[in-house]
């Protein structure tokens, strides 16, 4: 039988994504992406080292310019790309630390700008194809729908802790 020695080595392509939604008046945060690529979710590659959970706050940060709070997880998904590669997305559910941090407005490297969104608004944008795909649309339908999310304590360390975000410690 194989130990897991005799397997070529792996790579791990890991990715944290949040719906974020404002607590004041139930709008959504899109980010808009580059090269009119569309409105979509702040997220992006979890970086070495970095727990998913800290991956999804920076990201948002950094796109959409909103400090956030992790409330739970909306979906965990694990896929192998042939032998030697795996791909991992988290979509996380957050609600920003201040209703009334505005989006960011200032093009930068990560992103054209971010906006908050109506439900409305989001069904809207996703009518008139200007979404990269049918995320958005889809967690506001689940969430508009009653949909929950997993509590944040399903995602634990190894060792058997409840990840940390740096902003909660």
């Known amino acids: 039988m194989a130990s897991e020695n005799d397997y070529p080595p792996s790579a791990l392509h890991a990715f944290a994504l949040v719906v974020c939604r404002r607590r004041s008046d139930g709008k959504y945060l899109l980010v808009q992406e580059f090269a009119n690529s569309g409105f979509w979710l702040p997220g992006g590659r979890v970086d070495a080292g970095e727990n998913l959970a800290d991956a999804a706050v920076r990201e948002t940060l950094e796109e959409a310019g909103v400090a956030i709070r992790l409330t739970g997880v909306l979906r965990f998904e694990y896929r192998p790309l ?13 609600e920003p630390l201040d209703d009334t941090q505005p989006a960011k407005s200032i093009p930068d490297y990560e992103s054209v700008g971010a906006s908050w969104v109506s439900a409305e608004e989001c069904l809207e944008i996703e009518a ?42």
């Open 82 to 94: 042939g032998v030697s590669d795996t791909r991992m997305r988290v979509i996380f559910l957050a």
């Open 128 to 169: 008139r194809d200007r979404v990269r795909g049918p995320e958005p649309g889809q967690w506001v339908r689940y969430l508009s729908s009653g949909g929950v999310a997993a509590p944040m304590t399903i995602l634990t360390a190894q060792e058997g802790s409840t990840p940390k975000c740096a902003n909660e410690q």
